[in-house]
């Protein structure tokens, strides 16, 4: 069975923070995909990464950063200088090879409140 | 226009009654699945189809039926509808991925809120 453990339920942050959502995983496919979607206050769900799991490296996307590692089955996100428009609800996802990546299972998600 | 349009957005119904949540896509993906969000539960998986004549269960489908009418069409029922199947649904899509096969990406219509008093 697989599970996505987001422990964060909420997080509260003044605009220029720097803020990590934390990911824990766990899946016995030695082949899977992780996720991140934003749900932002108008409720729809954006796709924000993907990653396969023989890629390691972390990834950057202007003030977005993705680090996964294997060894502690994480796959964290970071937000640097925060804005009040990255206040939303966020989702760590996963699916597995041996269900042939046929669902996602997903954490419970992360609320995320940027203050002016 | 969205790739994948949930019909109704909004609907507030009565205990008892039935309702349908409509889905269709234009992205021609061969998969669609319906999922429910409570706060503070993420979204959790009802039903999903990888073609008309393929429907499973997930992880919470009691009090749940749905139909796959075409490729392009998913439609969930709640055949007599209780309040604690008050959420937010959604309807998503998914499909092999361009040089990477299947990855199980997952394409999200805009929602849909039901209530239920």
């Known amino acids: 069975a697989q599970k996505v453990t987001q422990a964060q339920t909420e997080i509260s942050v003044v605009e220029k923070e720097d803020v990590t959502l934390d990911c824990v995983y766990e899946?016995?496919?030695?082949?899977?995909?992780l996720f991140w979607y934003k749900q932002p206050p108008s409720g729809e769900l954006v796709f924000l990464i993907r990653r396969n799991s023989f890629d390691e490296q972390n990834e950057i996307s202007g003030r977005y950063s993705w680090n996964f590692q294997k060894s502690t089955s994480s796959f964290n996100f970071t937000i640097t200088a925060s804005q009040v428009v990255d206040s939303a609800v966020y989702f760590c996802?996963?699916?597995?090879?041996?269900?042939?990546?046929?669902?996602?299972?997903f954490g419970k998600g992360t609320m995320l409140l940027v203050s002016p | 226009d969205a790739d994948v349009t949930q019909t109704p957005r909004n609907r507030i119904t009565k205990t008892g009654k039935r309702i349908m949540l409509e889905c269709s896509q234009t992205?021609?993906?061969?998969?669609m699945y319906w999922y429910r969000q409570d706060p503070g539960l993420g979204l959790r998986l009802i039903y999903y189809s990888f073609d008309v004549k393929d429907i499973n269960k997930g992880e919470i489908s009691d009090g749940y039926s749905v139909s796959r009418q075409a490729q392009a069409k998913f439609s969930l029922s709640l055949e007599s509808a209780i309040p604690n199947q008050t959420a937010l649904y959604f309807c998503?899509?998914?499909?092999?991925?361009?040089?990477?096969?299947?990855?199980?990406?997952?394409?999200f219509g805009e929602g849909s809120r039901l209530t239920v008093l």
């Open positions: 996802a996963l699916s597995g090879m041996n269900s042939g990546y046929s669902t996602l299972t």
């Open positions: 998503a899509t998914s499909d092999l991925q361009k040089g990477q096969g299947r990855t199980g990406e997952l394409f």
């Open positions: 899946t016995r496919d030695t082949t899977y995909y």
């Open positions: 992205k021609g993906h061969d998969r």
